[in-house]
């Protein structure tokens, strides 16, 4: 039996990792860290009686504190949510980089400390944090979250270091294209365009990246830990 958190639970790459581990097992209790737009996350939960809701805030080290009053020992956390808003660095923000860095890597160190002592204590767990492909091919106008996610993939690298001892794993996993909302405003020429590029000829779905999540949280995976799973269609 395992207590599961997803952040970024509301989006359609969270709610496939979700349904992935609930239709995996019928003793998994799944929680969806959700901020705004509950809807979807909730549609779920009506479907699934051992899927539940709970705010947070990930960028907000008590709002992890108060999710954990709520959800109780987490077994696997799974660091999901996050958002990127791209321009030419010489054009960008001051708030466009930062709130990028806040939501992808800061909010995923919030998450990993919050979860591991009581991993510790248990001397069990699985963390994995969803990083992308554009931390190892950084392209084009995402200086800001390129260099978050490029962050998420050194911070589990270490992290996995420090707790391997503990019977804890930390691995990530490296979407390429997937048909999310993050690419639903792409005009049909440029995904054709991006398409071409990708070995397979097309965009991934969700749900595969939801299997390579559940494969590294498995009980049976407990040798690996420190690796970074690209899930791209053969970019890299």
């Known amino acids: 039996m395992s207590n599961i958190l997803i952040t970024g639970g509301n989006g359609g790459l969270g709610l496939a990792i979700a349904r992935a581990f609930l239709e995996a097992s019928p003793e998994h209790t799944v929680w969806l860290g959700v901020r705004s737009r509950r809807e979807a996350a909730e549609a779920l939960c009506a479907v699934f009686p051992r899927c539940r809701t709970v705010e947070l805030e990930v960028t907000d080290p008590e709002a992890w504190t108060r999710s954990l009053g709520e959800t109780g020992d987490i077994d696997v956390l799974v660091n999901n949510a996050g958002h990127h808003d791209d321009a030419l660095l010489a054009t960008m923000t001051d708030a466009a980089w930062s ?3 806040d939501s992808n890597l800061n909010g995923t160190f919030l998450g990993c400390r919050a979860v591991v002592r009581g991993m510790m204590a248990r001397r ?113």
């Open 99 to 101: 709130q990028v860095i």
């Open 124 to 236: 069990f767990g699985r963390i994995i944090n969803v990083a992308s492909i554009s931390a190892l091919l950084a392209p084009l106008g995402q200086t800001n979250y390129a260099a978050a996610k490029a962050g998420v993939v050194a911070l589990t690298r270490s992290f996995a270091k420090e707790v391997a001892r503990a019977g804890i794993t930390v691995n990530a996993v490296c979407p390429g294209y997937v048909e999310t909302e993050a690419l639903a405003d792409i005009p049909d020429e440029r995904r054709k365009e991006l398409a071409r590029g990708i070995p397979m000829r097309r965009f991934g779905r969700p749900e595969e990246v939801a299997v390579a999540v559940c494969f590294l949280a498995c009980r049976e995976a407990s040798y690996i830990t420190g690796s970074v799973l690209k899930v791209d269609g053969g970019i890299l």
